[in-house]
């Protein structure tokens, strides 16, 4: 029987708090025992192969699954940015740059509601973060791969969340792009301090970036800091091969052996 999460009072600076919580759906276990918590300012990776439920863990957070065991404490309302993989975008429809951003601020408009000149200028500072402000009439499915992805970015700072969850941003990019994805997230995780939570399958391209890791294996998840990943053999260990964490040009990077 599934559990509802509860909004609950937590000490500190914790936001979200995991507690022994296993999830899954139709009745198949996809992680359990999952224990660890978001704090405030977080920049927190989630990292791991795909399917091992990654993306599952964001939906625990957003409510739109509950956990089977276990219980997720949230310590208050929370404002959540939602930055979906962009190939699940419908791209039939011809939406504009603008439009989607616009999306970001429906949640205040009722069923026949109209955008107010506060809702675009919001809009209007979202492209501008995103350096995308001079194409918001052009067509959102004539954009590049990492176009489209600063256009969602925008759609979710719209939103102005106080929690910011990115689903696999850099897919389909190549490294040019990647870089200035995580650029642009990590600009925007200082500027406006927001908590971020990015799922990725790929360690290099958030490396740099993260200030936690979540990894997910067997159906488990274990929580490192940076600085700590190095530690005991932990990376080949999760890997099952020899595996280090080098420096090249100041830059973190990962070493197979």
Do not use: W
Not at 30 to 39: A, G
Not at 168 to 178: S, V
Not at 216 to 231: F, G, L, W, Y
């Amino acid at each position: 029987m599934a559990r509802e999460r509860k909004e609950t009072f937590i000490l500190g600076k914790e936001l979200i708090r995991f507690n022994g919580v296993s999830l899954g759906y139709a009745g198949k276990v996809v992680l359990e025992n999952l224990n660890f918590s978001i704090d405030e300012n977080d920049f927190l990776g989630i990292i791991g192969p795909n399917g091992c439920g990654k993306t599952t863990i964001l939906r625990s957070i957003t409510g739109r699954i509950s956990p089977s065991a276990g219980s997720i404490e949230i310590s208050r309302k929370l404002r959540l940015g939602y930055v979906i993989q962009r190939q699940f975008l419908d791209e039939i429809f011809p939406f504009s740059v603008r439009d989607v951003v616009e999306m970001g601020r429906y949640d205040r408009l009722g069923l026949f509601g109209r955008l107010s000149s506060e809702d675009r200028e919001v809009v209007e500072e979202s492209l501008d973060m995103v350096e995308l402000r001079h194409m918001m009439n052009v067509p959102f499915r004539s954009l590049s791969g990492g176009q489209k992805q600063r256009v969602l970015i925008a759609r979710a700072l719209a939103f102005q969340p106080e929690l910011m969850l990115l689903d696999e941003p850099t897919n389909d990019l190549d490294i040019a792009g990647e870089n200035k994805i995580m650029d642009l997230i990590h600009e925007i995780h200082h500027k406006k301090g927001l908590t971020v939570v990015i799922v990725s399958h790929l360690l290099h391209v958030i490396l740099n970036h993260v200030e936690k890791l979540l990894f997910i294996q067997d159906h488990r998840a274990v929580m490192r800091s940076i600085d700590k990943i190095t530690e005991d053999g932990f990376i080949s260990e999760l890997y099952g091969s020899r595996v280090k964490i080098g420096t090249v040009g100041g830059k973190k990077v990962v070493i197979a052996e």
